[in-house]
């Protein structure tokens, strides 16, 4: 396999750790409007602080989920959005929230 390249077993693991993120998920969320500034981000990820902010950010950047645009105007500012990848998973996110609506209220398993 070429170097940079995730194999099927590593982009699935790569995708549960994603899942896994209650923030990143959130920041996902948010961004299926269209694109969001940090500062909006924080107001819509209400309990997130600016460094995790930022740590997801550039870790969706990173994975392609997300695209980062820079505007040099005064005063300069930076927005993000969803990619073609980002809006797949982001289908796969409402996959699992149409499963937690169908669980809500259910009972819980009694212990084995």
């Given amino acids: ?12 693991e790569r995708i549960a750790q994603i899942m896994g993120c ?5 920041i996902l969320d948010a961004l299926a409007n269209g694109s969001a500034r940090p ?4 107001r819509e990820c209400g309990g997130l602080a600016e460094r995790v902010l ?3 950010l550039n ?14 105007e ?12 980002g ?11 149409s499963l937690a609506d169908r669980w809500e209220g259910s009972q819980r398993a009694i212990g084995k």
């Avoid at 005064?74 to 990848?85: C, F, G």
């Fill in 87 to 97: 809006k797949e998973v982001l289908r796969l996110l409402e996959s699992a929230w």
């Fill in 22 to 26: 209650k923030w990143s998920v959130r």
């Fill in 1 to 12: 396999m070429e170097s940079g390249t995730l194999s099927k077993q590593e982009a699935y």
């Fill in 39 to 42: 500062s909006e981000l924080l």
């Fill in 59 to 72: 870790r969706l950047q990173r994975d392609g989920l997300i695209s980062k645009r820079c505007y040099a």
């Fill in 54 to 56: 930022h740590r997801c």
């Fill in 74 to 85: 005064i005063p300069p500012h930076t927005e993000y959005e969803l990619t073609p990848m």
